[in-house]
């Protein structure tokens, strides 16, 4: 413990936490809606990251684990009348436990298989739910608003959600760095230059990617159960999105993949612009096209992303912050 | 039941412009699904302007969906080549993010159709409608057109050549990057006409493409990659199979289906089904 509070990133995620927490004063509601939007693109990115750049697999459909996980948390606390915290907490445990079985299916497939495969997973399980009865089908479910009350009304209780939010974000920090500088995160690492290699090693390949699978779902998903608490409403359209799923691949290769702020500064930086964007009347209907052009000049051009850039400019930053 | 039969030899279509690709280049072509929705609304659009029949705008839309292959290859796919699968998986990835998205900001997500009328074909008790009876004829033709091409041509000869081994073909003195080029302007032209096709079954939207896509890959994965064949045989079968499930299901189940029999192929016979026959006849 001692040793981890002389490390930079401790200092630096904490500070982050207390900007995001600090920042709207306890009353600037829309800057506060703006950064938790934020928040959410840094837990879903620097998740995806553990996958897409640590294991170099990527998972188009990270989104499940974030809508599955609200329908969870959701439906424990409609139909089964559980309070919000064990409800969003039983929601991530149980989305994780599904990723790690599932994941134990098809992370059998490599490379470009796996890829095909989280595209129709997320098709699938959209489609499952969509017909699936008891969580509304197409209509979805709404959460009466008397649920608000035990956080203290609705206007206590949204703020209640934000720092809890700000919370995961900082865990998923966390978490990257943990995974990052452990012995599963180097197998990880090793998986992603070259499998066959790393195999024979001795790296259980596919364990390790069942278990990054599941670890990266399961901050999602608890954030997916605050989220849509948030709304008190949640339909499949909404939890399964494809545009946010895929503006977490954006943000990540943005930010540089395979390293630990690239995904938070990649967040930052299309935040940024996406507000810049929405505002501007040309653009306003533009953005998955503006999204898809800039995806395609960081894999043409610059790879490493934002970090790499830094990185190669700086070679001593990197030793400090990894 | 044999009605599916029909569609199935679209889907086959669709998948032998991914598998084309796949199979040469090595690369998974993500902005299929967009290519298909293009190729939907390049004859809605022709139609719609020129009051030319559906049919006649199967050919112009088949030109479109080659340079806009080429043009693909050249913009997307060119440095990708040889580098890991991911950075190829993004890059097509993030063409398909910008179609959709153009797609999208213009047409919305509304329904849009072909108004074909064909007459049906009576046999006993069952009446196929004429649509889906000229795209299966279509199709044969031009899956017949496609393997003139890769057997009886010299540029399909490369073709062949390249995807079996693509140093070996530069060294003889093919020029691969002209070959890779073509291949998947073809593949995405398959990819336009296939959508061109669905358009006159089934009524779609911008994002009809993620759906149709899925099939493809289920049907390239049954079929085996790099097999135009084996994709034909197996878009029968998938077509077939949504013609026996429907009955039994809400068609919205098909695409569940359709996913678990993917995941399921792929991990059972990595090299498709129809590789197992082929192993089989080799011994």
């Known amino acids: ?119 129709g997973v997320n098709e699938a399980v959209q489609a499952f739910v969509t017909n699936f009865e008891p969580w509304g089908g197409s209509t979805g479910i709404y959460l009466s608003t008397e649920l608000f009350q035990p956080l203290g009304g609705p206007a206590q209780a949204l703020w209640t959600i934000y720092y809890v939010l700000v919370a995961i974000m900082g865990l998923s920090l966390y978490l990257s760095y943990f995974v990052k500088n452990s012995k599963f995160g180097m197998g990880l690492l090793a998986i992603g230059q070259n499998e066959d290699a790393a195999a024979v090693l001795g790296v259980p390949a596919p364990r390790y990617k069942a278990l990054a699978y599941s670890a990266s779902a399961f901050l999602p998903a608890i954030a997916g159960g605050l989220y849509f608490f948030k709304g008190a409403f949640i339909q499949p359209a909404d939890a399964f999105d494809l545009q946010l799923s895929t503006e977490a691949i954006v943000i990540t290769m943005l930010g540089g993949s395979g390293t630990i702020f690239g995904p938070a500064l990649g967040a930052y930086v299309y935040e940024e612009l996406r507000g810049w964007l929405l505002t501007s009347q040309t653009f306003a209907n ?23 850039l830094f990185y190669r400019r700086l070679p001593r930053l990197k030793r400090i912050l990894e | ?37 293009a190729g939907m609304f390049g004859v809605f659009l022709l139609v719609g302007a020129t009051g030319m029949p559906a049919y006649g705008a199967l050919a112009p839309v088949l030109v479109a969906g080659f340079f806009a292959g080429i043009a693909l290859y050249w913009i997307a796919i060119h440095r990708m080549i040889g580098q890991p699968p991911l950075m190829s998986l993004l890059a097509t990835f993030s063409v398909n993010l910008v179609l959709i998205g153009l797609g999208t900001a ?16 009576s046999l006993g008790r069952y009446t196929f409608p004429g649509t889906h009876i000229m795209a299966a004829v279509l199709t044969a033709v031009i899956a017949g057109a496609l393997y003139l091409f890769l057997y009886r041509t010299r540029a399909g000869k490369a073709v062949r050549a390249v995807a079996g081994n693509r140093e070996a073909a530069e060294l003889v003195g093919i020029p691969t990057t002209r070959i890779l080029a073509l291949s998947c302007g073809l593949g995405v032209a398959l990819a336009c006409v296939s959508g061109a096709l669905i358009a006159t ?36 079968a998938l077509g077939l199979l949504e013609g026996l499930a429907t009955p039994f299901m809400p068609v919205s189940w098909t695409l569940v289906i359709e996913f ?9 016979f990595p090299g498709g089904l129809l590789s197992v026959r082929l192993r089989r006849r080799a011994r």
């Open chain 1, 286 to 308: 533009f953005q998955l096209v503006v999204a898809g052009v800039l995806l395609l000049l960081i894999v043409q051009f610059a790879p490493g992303g934002l970090m790499g």
């Open chain 2, 260 to 268: 678990v029999l993917f995941v399921v192929v792929l991990i059972a």
């Open chain 2, 106 to 121: 213009v047409w919305g997500t509304v329904l849009f159709n072909v108004q074909v009328s064909l007459p049906g074909l």
């Open chain 1, 1 to 119: 413990m001692a040793r981890l509070l002389r490390r930079p990133f401790f200092w630096i995620i904490a500070a982050a936490i207390l900007a995001f927490a600090l920042a709207p004063h306890g009353k600037d509601v829309e800057l506060r809606e703006g950064l938790l939007l934020a928040a959410v693109y840094i837990i879903l990115a620097s998740n995806l990251n553990i996958m897409l750049g640590y294991a170099g697999y990527v998972n188009f459909g990270s989104i499940v684990f974030f809508g599955l996980g609200g329908y969870f948390c959701i439906w424990f606390m409609g139909a089964l009348h559980w309070g919000l915290v064990p409800a969003a907490l039983a929601g991530g445990v149980a989305v994780s436990v599904a990723a790690l079985f599932f994941g134990l299916g098809i992370l059998r497939l490599r490379g470009i298989h796996f890829a095909l495969a989280t595209i």
């Open chain 2, 1 to 37: 039941m044999l009605d599916g039969v029909l569609v199935g030899a679209v889907y086959g279509l669709a998948a032998m412009g991914i598998t084309l690709i796949w199979g040469v280049m090595d690369v998974v072509n993500l902005t299929h699904g967009a290519m298909i929705v």
């Open chain 2, 201 to 236: 079954l089934f009524p779609f939207t911008v994002l009809s493409g993620d759906a149709y896509q899925l099939k493809s890959f289920v049907v390239t994965v049954l079929g085996g990659m790099g097999n135009p064949t084996g994709a034909l045989i197996a878009g029968i």
